[in-house]
C-alpha cells in the first residue's frame, strides 16, 4: 500500500507538471505568433515598397525592382520569391530564384494583403504576401495625359505575391520551446524536492502518533497518548482512543 507521503508528492509534483506545461505551451504559442507578425509586418513593407517602385505612361509598366533587396532573390541560400502579373493575367517580373516556376495568388489589396503559410519552391516553410495594386501614374511619360482623357482608358492593376522563409522564426521557437522544456524539468525537480522536505515535516506529528497507538497493547487500556502536537483534523480520533 503507497504511504500517504508518496501519494501527496506524487499528486502535487503531477498537478505542478501539467500546469507548468500548460503555461509553456501558451507561451510557445504566443511568441511564435509575435514573430509571425514580425515576419508579416516585414513582409507588408517590402512588398509596399516593391509597390511604389512601379509606374505606368499611357503604353506600358515600368518598374525599378533591382532598387529594392535584389541580393534577397538572386542568392542561392534561402531565398526570397516574387511574382507579378498584370491585370491581363501575364506575368511582368519573375525573381531568379523562382526559374520557372510560379507562386499561388490571392485576393488581396494594397491596405489587407493576404497572409498566409506555404511550402516555398526548394521546399522551405514560408510566409507568402498576396496583393492587388495599381501603380502610379507617371504624368511625366509622353502621353499618358492625354491617355487619361481618352473614353474607357483605365490605369493597368497588377498583382504581386512576396514570400520568404521561415527559418528563422522556426529556430527562435525551437530555441523558445528547448529554453522552456529545460526551465520546466528544473522547476519540478526543484518542486517536487521542496515538497518532499515539507510534506516530510508535516506528517511527522501523524507519524508520531501511528507509532504510539502501534506501541498500544490489545490489553493495556490505561495507555494514554499525548495530545501535544497532534493535528487538529486528528484530534477527535485521539480524544476518542484516551
Request: charged share 25%.
Amino acid at each position: 500500500m503507497r504511504s500517504v507521503r508518496t501519494t501527496l508528492i506524487l499528486g502535487t509534483a503531477t498537478a505542478i507538471a501539467v500546469v507548468l506545461a500548460a503555461a509553456g505551451v501558451a507561451l510557445h504559442a504566443l511568441v511564435r505568433s509575435d514573430l509571425e507578425a514580425q515576419l508579416d509586418a516585414g513582409l507588408i513593407h517590402s512588398a509596399r515598397l516593391l509597390a511604389s517602385s512601379m509606374e505606368q505612361g499611357s503604353k506600358k509598366v515600368d518598374a525599378d525592382i533591382r532598387a529594392y533587396e535584389i541580393d534577397e532573390f538572386e542568392r542561392a541560400d534561402r531565398p526570397w520569391y516574387l511574382e507579378l502579373w498584370l491585370d491581363d493575367g501575364s506575368v511582368f517580373f519573375r525573381s531568379p530564384s523562382l526559374g520557372e516556376g510560379n507562386l499561388e495568388g490571392a485576393a488581396g489589396t494594397m491596405d489587407a494583403p493576404v497572409l498566409r503559410s506555404m511550402t516555398l519552391p526548394d521546399g522551405r516553410s514560408g510566409r507568402s504576401l498576396c496583393m492587388k495594386f495599381t501603380p502610379r501614374v507617371d504624368r511625366r511619360k509622353e502621353g499618358t495625359s492625354k491617355a487619361e482623357e481618352t473614353p474607357g482608358w483605365q490605369a493597368r492593376t497588377m498583382t504581386m505575391v512576396l514570400a520568404r522563409g521561415m527559418e528563422r522564426v522556426d529556430a527562435m521557437a525551437t530555441r523558445m520551446a528547448v529554453l522552456l522544456a529545460s526551465v520546466g524539468i528544473c522547476a519540478i525537480a526543484a518542486s517536487t524536492g521542496l515538497l518532499w522536505w515539507i510534506i516530510r515535516r508535516s506528517l511527522r506529528p501523524v507519524e508520531r502518533l501511528a507509532s504510539q497507538i502501534g506501541r498500544i497493547g490489545e490489553r493495556d487500556l490505561s495507555a494514554r497518548i499525548d495530545e501535544g502536537g497532534v493535528p487538529q483534523e486528528l484530534q477527535p480520533v485521539v480524544t476518542r482512543l484516551n
